[in-house]
């Protein structure tokens, strides 16, 4: 608080047109609220600082009241299981642990965190590499009138809405991944331990991989930009250095450039996977929804837990005893646990590397 | 809705006036009350078959199987009564049903009629049948122009990965004549909960009902046997588009559906249907069918007509259901809802095959549309 500037004058202070400008009443006004603006501003900004917590709280407890009654009815063998029956609508309604279920449901969600870690890996994989060779090859390598368009670009990809995104990873993207470039991969794939998972049926082009490389392109504007970025940040006189000391580009890239920012090139990695994790509309239109299953090669239909409580809320509504609902929420609680774990993960891994790879001179 | 409240209380208002003293306005206002409920408890159907709705705007959610035969439905009845605007959205039969329970929408569409759990949670829910439809088993098997022929015991080791090549002998056996090729069975089915899944594994139930009846059943979503390549679609249209994308898949689409079908050049099938024989969708099959079903029809219209016992009958038949609370929040949303089940169900109006051939229903039976128009007269 910075009393006189800007042209305000302060209380008292002999600033003689404005003063006679200035009623009595107006500059009394002025003076009670000088008085409380550093209370009311303290007290905005605590309630501010508070809010997301308050809202992070409300939100996990609200998901667990919701999901107690299927946390006690599904166990910890929730995690594990492969199964996902509704149980009959139309049968009859028992009752285990005092809730109340349709006969025959019952629900596992190993196939769909497996799912939701496959696509995530997969889209990292691929976005990773593709992003700090792209960021990399935009700030140090490309003249202004290229890197300027190509940077937009990559920023407007970000801003595409991921439904379109899905709907042309479904109608264009699959197809054609199905039809020529997965057989080429199914077909000459050895059968051994691994690559085995590459091999044939390739299938219709939703499932797993089509997924992963979908969402990749929409993790690839994430970790890009926020890579070019730190790369910009990246001061001169390093990469001199080491050009001086006879060092080739390469080598000024891969011992220089790229450790000086490592623990921002894993935020952004983690910001990624966060964004793959949870992304919803995109991987729910192209990974072939089949849930009671794990992926029985990269290229089978399966989905994550993000599509899943998209495509299956409709249906759980019907489920007259809320089972269905209280089993979607206790999804939506493993997911909201998985992306919390994966933040505090990459906080600690860049506790962990900053510094340490940082050349000379870097506090 | 608000605004028909006020409206409804401005003429109470109104007419309370008339007698003039303020002491006597007061019950005016209570005797207003008491007639307007006397008269939503027993509405009576006029002579045309149809009430004159106050105004009103509502909203119907559900069913993308009936989808399209609301939005053939709605710009007629707007323009007779344009005091009424009706919004309408396919969601899926589980959205309409929850719309309708929770008051977000004033008719859900459904193909299923509401379970025994969703009639315990919400009892004032009534599932009113507007039409018949039935339903499509599709495929995509290049060189093949025929009508196959498949039989619910077939479809369901088909679905249970038992059957997994086109050219299977199962197959082939009850298609003599027709080349079937060398190419893997993809099978699809609905991602989101719908009532042509609760069609389709109804009929699997009933014609292996040691097999697929006893293992998995009937549902609008159901635990899908572990099949290679087996896919989940959103919606009908994701079913034809998927089946289309796929050489060799096998879908269950709503007949309504039809059109967009053979446009992407599937297939349908002949089913088998109880009495042995394998019949077409038709006008014909599909009135023979719900013809067998008339005298067991009960009033609240919940019943299944899935393989009946009918020689020349489509197997895979049902009602569409409007899926409406009999207690609504106003009388004049109430009347207004009765007013355009009444002219969807009535044969000179919605029910003509004026409209109903668009889409490839049926009307309902008369005995049927009687017992919807009773149904329809409890809302209130």
Partial sequence: ?363 | MESNKEESHVTRMLRAKRCVPTTVLAIGLVLAAAAGTASAAQPKLPKSGVETPPAATLTETGSTLLYPLWNIWVPDYTQKYPNVSIQTAGTGSGTGITDATNGTADIGASDAYLSPSEVTASPSLLNIPLAISAQLVVYNVPGVTAHLKLSGKLLSQIYQGKITNWNDPAISAINSGVTLPNLPIVTLHRSDSSGDTFLFTTYLSKTDASGWGASIGYNTTVAWPNVTGALGEAGNSGMVTGCKATAGCIAYVGISYQTQALQANLGYAQLQNGKGAYVLPTAASINAEAAGFVKSTPANGTISLIDGKTATGYPIINYEYAIVNGKQSSSSTAKAVRSVLEWAIDPKDGSSPNYLSQVFFQPLPAKVEAQSVKQILKIS
């Fill in chain 1, 1 to 363: 608080m910075t009393v006189g500037s800007a042209g305000i004058p302060a209380p008292g202070t002999p600033h003689v047109s404005t003063t006679r400008r200035t009623t009595g009443v107006v500059r009394r006004v002025v003076e009670v609220a000088r008085a409380h603006e550093e209370g009311a501003w303290r007290w905005s900004a605590r309630v501010a600082a508070v809010l997301p917590l308050a809202a992070l709280v409300f939100a996990l407890t609200v998901l667990v009241i919701k999901a107690f009654p299927a946390i006690k009815v599904n166990g910890i063998g929730f995690l594990s299981r492969s199964t996902w029956n509704p149980g009959s609508g139309y049968g009859t309604t028992v009752h285990s642990h005092g809730v109340a279920h349709p006969a025959g449901s019952s629900y596992g969600a190993w196939p769909l965190i497996a799912g939701t870690l496959q696509t995530s890996v997969i889209a990292l994989v691929i976005a990773v590499p593709i992003s700090i060779g792209g960021a990399f090859a935009l700030t140090e390598r490309l003249p202004g009138w290229i890197s300027r368009p190509l940077g937009l670009a990559l920023e407007v990809l970000a801003g595409i809405p991921s439904v379109v995104i899905g709907l042309w990873g479904l109608l264009t993207l699959g197809p054609i991944l199905a039809h020529d470039v997965y057989p080429i991969l199914g077909d000459h794939m050895p059968d051994v331990p691994v690559l085995d998972y590459f091999r044939n049926p390739v299938g219709s082009g939703e499932g797993l991989l089509t997924a992963g490389i979908v969402l990749a392109l929409m993790i690839i504007p994430i970790v890009a930009s926020t890579t070019r970025d730190l790369f910009t940040q990246v001061p001169p006189l390093p990469k001199e250095g080491g050009e001086a000391l006879g060092m080739t580009d390469w080598e000024v890239a891969n011992r220089v450039t790229i450790p000086w920012v490592r623990s921002g090139i894993i935020g952004a990695t983690a910001l990624g996977l966060g964004r793959a994790i949870g992304e919803t509309m995109a991987v729910a239109l192209i990974t072939g929804s089949i849930l009671g299953h794990t992926a029985a090669n990269i290229y089978s239909p399966m989905s994550t837990i993000a599509a899943t409580i998209l495509s299956q809320l409709d249906g759980a509504q019907t489920d007259g005893t809320g089972f269905a609902v209280a089993t979607l929420a206790e999804l939506g609680l493993i997911l909201a646990v998985m992306s919390v774990a994966v933040n505090v993960v990459a906080r600690l891994i860049v506790a962990r590397t900053s510094g340490l790879a940082a050349p000379v001179g870097r506090a």
